[in-house]
């Protein structure tokens, strides 16, 4: 089993940033990809960001790319993801997840494909 508690939300003016957090705990950090996820109210959950257990390969959803970061600290056992530039149509509950993989460049932007999710923390962001 892992653990993961999402951090760093809150209500942010449009173009003002945030920074998340999500630490893990229960396995080996390293041996997960992780992913983040956002889910507007009354919408499906969607794919934000994912980052390889390395941290060397990251892929991103087309309307963050440029203006969000993944990243994350093997060593603490934390994800990240750096919000820049952000818009009303960001709001929404950030979700991280976790799948265990075999290879270090691996990145995932399935939501099936991952088996531990935190509880989320909401990001609101004001026009």
């Known amino acids: 089993q892992v653990q993961l508690v999402e951090s760093g939300g809150g209500l942010v003016q449009a173009g003002g940033s945030l920074r998340l957090s999500c630490a893990a705990s229960?396995?080996?950090?390293?041996?997960?990809?992780m992913g983040w996820f956002r889910q507007a109210t009354e919408k499906e959950r969607q794919f934000v960001a994912a980052?390889?257990?390395?941290?060397?390969?990251?892929y991103y959803a087309g309307s963050v790319k440029g203006r969000f970061t993944i990243s994350r600290d093997n060593a603490k056992d934390t994800v990240f993801l750096q919000m820049n530039s952000l818009k009303p149509e960001d709001t929404a509950v950030y979700f991280c997840?976790?799948?265990?993989?075999?290879?270090?460049?691996?990145?995932?932007?399935?939501?099936?494909?991952?088996?531990?999710w935190g509880q989320g923390t909401q990001v609101t962001v004001s026009s």
């Open positions: 980052i390889s257990r390395s941290g060397d390969s990251t």
């Open positions: 229960g396995r080996t950090f390293s041996n997960y990809a």
């Open positions: 997840a976790a799948t265990e993989v075999t290879t270090l460049y691996t990145v995932r932007s399935s939501k099936s494909a991952y088996d531990y």
